[in-house]
């Protein structure tokens, strides 16, 4: 402790180093000493506690096949991050894959069909996960390193809400090129999209921008359109943490319908405005991330 002196004699612990107040603890009397530390001393400091908080955490290691990693987040449930992530499949007619039909051979689809995979493929379809996290590691690991990926230019991981263990153990295994995040314009939703934002920088992740979904509700008969959470709250936040907006995805029927019959929108109906929304924001995307490494 540098020049610091322990004294130890009988009962009595001192702590010298400047003068101090005297503590009683069980009859005993401790010196609690002020010290200013120098800004070297500070900067040491710091740097000595990010190797003691760097200690056993896992390498970055590649997806075997997989160019790039991005992550799809929100910070809170219910905003649409996996109808963004998933069910949206906003890189499907963006040069990544595209939509097959019935005169394309097997080996035609194979090269563009979308592939999924998902915890809730391995359980029972009504069975809650309901695990500590030693198996929620495990599964995570499972997910990264032993499915069959084949040759991808990006894998889209669909984060849960939170900041927690998932979130870390995911930054720490492998490298991500950059975070996407999801939020409707509410107030209570942007809060928990800061927190994630905030999370990415911690990580050192990059964050690609935000996507405002539910921005926006038109009605079908009369064409009024109503801001049912808000206006422009997501493009607010971007701005207080100096971030681009990707995008803004309306609050539509046909965005949840096609999702929920299985038939993305931007191949089902690739002509719609609610189509257009997700390829814009996907070509943002991809015109912000940093050079795959080879």
Not at 36 to 58: C, F, H, V
Not at 149 to 164: A, E, I, K, S
């Amino acid at each position: 402790m540098g020049f610091w002196r322990r004294l130890l004699i009988f009962g009595w612990v001192s702590f010298r180093g400047g003068g101090g107040a005297g503590v009683p603890l069980w009859g005993s009397r401790v010196f609690v000493c002020r010290r200013q530390l120098s800004g070297a001393d500070n900067e040491t400091l710091k740097q000595r506690r990010m190797q003691i908080m760097s200690r056993g955490l896992p390498k970055q290691k590649p997806i075997e096949g997989v160019k790039q990693v991005i992550v799809v987040a929100s910070g809170k449930g219910g905003v649409g991050k996996s109808t963004t992530a998933v069910k949206g499949c906003w890189f499907a007619r963006c040069g990544c894959v595209w939509p097959f039909n019935s005169k394309d051979d097997e080996s035609e689809r194979k090269s563009r069909i979308i592939t999924d995979m998902s915890m809730g493929f391995l359980v029972e379809e009504t069975a809650p996960v309901v695990w500590r996290g030693l198996m929620v590691m495990s599964a995570i690991e499972k997910l990264l390193r032993q499915v069959d990926w084949g040759q991808l230019n990006y894998l889209v991981v669909d984060m849960p809400p939170g900041t927690g263990d998932v979130q870390l153990s995911v930054t720490q295994n492998i490298p991500i090129s950059g975070a996407v995040i999801v939020s409707t314009p509410q107030d209570i939703a942007l809060m928990d999209a800061r927190k994630g934002a905030e999370m990415f920088r911690k990580v050192h992740v990059p964050i690609l921008g935000l996507v405002q979904n539910m921005s926006v509700f038109q009605c079908p008969k009369c064409k009024h359109r109503t801001h049912i959470f808000g206006a422009d709250g997501a493009r607010r936040l971007a701005q207080t943490l100096d971030l681009d907006v990707l995008g803004d995805i309306p609050l539509h029927l046909n965005i949840r319908e096609t999702s929920d019959t299985g038939q993305p929108i931007v191949f089902s109906q690739p002509e719609s405005d609610e189509a257009k929304a997700y390829l814009r924001i996907a070509a943002e995307v991809v015109k912000r991330l940093p050079p795959p490494l080879e």
